[in-house]
């Protein structure tokens, strides 16, 4: 590690003297001007977005030594992470089931739905499989989504939106290691050819040997006194790309994630090797015309690809689970601009999911095996009227027809008025949805009483928001945002005494309220920060307790400063208080830092960075799931991260 310290510093100095002049930073200003797309499928400065949102940049992602889109997420005002060993989960809002695989969080990629379809889940940790280098912002838009993007839209959607080749023209190589234990290459090529076409590439490879891990549940002499040896290993490979030309778009992805799992879970015999693999690719192609001047139209369609597997190992035999999905579709929306003061949005969509299937077995018989196809027909509608030049309203609505559970319909409204040129009022009321999946409607498991109901009714969120931004002078921006939430017919386990069955059920409701404050700073070639505090108060309605895994405060912040204009020094600090687990324990309140030192280009070619993640070596914990018999997971104390980045050409 001191040779680590010290080669980065002799690159920094050493450097020095032959370095080009620094690179301008993004100001605030040009940030609130950015045109983003998430919130309304057409491009809106975020002033004008009817919706709370945040915006996270490539220069953010280095500048902060982010490793991982959940670590960015969390950073977030109102968003929290969960990580059992095995996969990350993002919280928003006090709101986070057990082990529901974020299947209330839409994750996009360049406008292309990425959750799949056996689950519902969206990939937010390492399982990933999108290397950040190839990132060039991610927009955040909180509040229910349903409208314009259907089931799981409930509280947020997040758009991963890529670097175009324009935007590289070079080949870039980097290599980080993590505790000198792991490895992690990324390389990234893209150009702009001089007929216009754009291509843009991006591939991944990860081989992380982990460490080894004490659980106290498991301290015995036959369970090796608790401690799992060499069982958090993780491999991660993918690639990513883009192609553009004139009015044509591609966009194609695979990734490939294998997991080791050191917990003991789901009752696995401890400290024996068991992992889980999940597999995804798609592919999209997109056209956008014009018909008249008032009428444009975009249309895209879309095949994707979904695998899961799992090997768990018990006293009597190694028993497997697994999953696949396949599903095609297309969207086709009309933009009309009938006047300067008002935009219409129309949109039609259809899916076919032609497999989605769960399937388990041991080494002497299959136990379960069903596939589910299923259909989804979408019509939606969303219109923008600017009643005056500072005042405009918003109202949307959205019909979904499932082959499985039915019809239903989707409101959503706001009021976005701008007093004076620095000031801005959002009145934001809307509704989502989440389909049942195929798991939850079908599986059933004789032996352990598990009960299949197909009758399920999708789980409803109703959402009435508050926000107010004020930029000062140029380079600050306050936004404060009062929530309130109601979710009715959610989708839980529910034991049933008469029976003693287990079955998934819309068996309860729950209620979120809560204020948000955030104060961001971009001042260029100077002090970047930002302060982000949360209170969110999360319960059952009919009991009045608070949900499981919902803290009540969270507070981050972060400043970053070029020390000799040549190396930003970035600090995180992120504190939360306790959160209910399953078992009806409390976590602890915790406090961690985060330090970053990442160059800027060294002769032209190179860009080293060093990342301390705890830097006090806290020791926390998050909540388990019911496969867990902990009842909260220990999480990484103190880890080093070295990166040397190179463009090639």
């Not at 975020?46 to 490539?58: F, G, R």
């Not at 324009?166 to 001089?194: A, P, R």
């Not at 009960?451 to 306050?478: A, D, F, G, H």
Request: charged share 20%; hydrophobic share 35%.
């Amino acid at each position: 590690m001191k040779l680590i310290a010290f080669t980065f510093l002799f690159l920094v100095f050493a450097a020095k003297p032959i370095l080009s002049q620094a690179e301008d930073t993004l100001s605030l200003e040009y940030l609130l001007n950015m045109k983003i797309s998430t919130s309304a499928k057409y491009l809106q400065k975020q002033s004008e977005i009817t919706a709370s949102i945040s915006i996270i940049t490539s220069e953010d992602i280095e500048r902060y030594g982010y490793l991982s889109l959940d670590e960015i997420i969390s950073s977030l005002r109102g968003f929290y992470k969960s990580y059992d060993r095995n996969y990350s989960y993002i919280g928003i809002r006090g709101f986070s089931r057990p082990t529901d695989y974020n299947n209330r969080i839409q994750l996009l990629v360049n406008g292309h739905k990425t959750n799949e379809n056996v689950y519902g889940g969206a990939a937010l940790g390492n399982d990933l499989g999108i290397p950040l280098e190839s990132v060039d912002r991610i927009e955040v838009i909180r509040g229910p989504g349903s409208v314009l993007y259907g089931s799981n839209a409930m509280f947020s959607v997040i758009n991963i939106i890529t670097k175009k080749g324009q935007s590289v023209e070079n080949t870039i190589l980097s290599v980080e290691t993590e505790n000198l234990n792991g490895i992690k290459t990324v390389g990234v090529f893209g150009k702009e050819f001089n007929n216009g076409m754009d291509l843009f590439i991006s591939g991944l490879y990860t081989d992380n040997k982990g460490k080894d891990y004490y659980y106290e549940e498991y301290d015995s002499p036959a369970t090796n006194n608790g401690i799992a040896v060499g069982l958090d290993w993780e491999k991660v490979y993918g690639i990513l790309g883009t192609f553009s030309y004139k009015n044509f778009t591609f966009l194609s992805m695979y990734k490939n994630r294998e997991k080791s799992l050191p917990t003991g879970v789901y009752g696995i015999d401890f400290n024996v090797p068991a992992s889980t693999i999940d597999r995804t690719a798609f592919f999209e192609a997109g056209y956008k015309g014009e018909m008249t001047h008032f009428l444009s139209y975009n249309f895209r369609a879309y095949f994707d690809h979904y695998h899961y597997k799992g090997n768990y190992p018990y006293a009597s035999n190694y028993n497997y689970d697994a999953s696949d999905g396949n599903w095609y579709g297309g969207e086709l929306q009309f933009n009309f601009d009938f006047a300067a003061n008002n935009n219409l949005i129309a949109g039609l969509e259809f899916q076919d999911n032609i497999r989605a299937d769960y399937r388990q077995w041991n080494e002497t018989n299959e136990t379960y095996n069903r596939n589910s196809p299923f259909r989804v027909f979408s019509l939606y509608l969303q219109n923008e009227y600017h009643v005056l030049k500072n005042l405009s309203m918003t109202l949307g609505l959205r019909y979904d027809n499932y082959s499985t559970s039915g019809s239903l319909c989707t409101p959503r409204g706001s009021i976005v008025y701008t007093p004076f040129d620095n000031s801005t009022f959002k009145l934001l009321y809307g509704s989502a949805y989440r389909a049942p999946n195929v798991y939850e409607m079908y599986y059933e498991d004789v032996p352990t009483n598990f009960k299949s109901n197909p009758s399920l009714e999708p789980e409803r969120v109703t959402t009435l928001e508050l926000v107010y931004e004020q930029r000062i002078l140029t380079n600050n921006l306050i936004t404060v945002s009062l929530y309130k939430n109601e979710i009715n017919d959610l989708i839980d386990q529910f034991f049933n005494p008469v029976d003693s069955t287990l079955q998934f059920c819309n068996a309860s409701k729950s209620k979120g309220e809560g204020v948000e404050f955030s104060l961001n700073t971009k001042m260029p070639k100077s002090l970047w920060g930002y302060f982000r505090y949360s209170y969110q108060f999360a319960s059952d309605t009919e009991t009045g307790e608070r949900l499981t895994n919902s803290p009540l405060h969270i507070l981050n912040f972060g400043l970053s400063y070029p020390l000799f204009n040549i190396v930003n020094t970035s600090i995180e600090g992120n504190y939360e208080s306790g959160r209910r687990t399953i078992y009806d324990t409390f976590t602890s309140d915790f406090f961690t830092m985060n330090l970053n030192f990442a160059t800027r280009q060294l002769l032209d070619r190179f860009k080293v960075s060093f990342t301390v993640k705890n830097l006090f070596d806290k020791e926390y914990y998050y909540p388990g799931g019911f496969e867990h018999i902990q009842n909260a997971i220990r999480q990484n104390g103190r880890m080093f991260y070295f990166k040397i980045q190179a463009n090639l050409f």
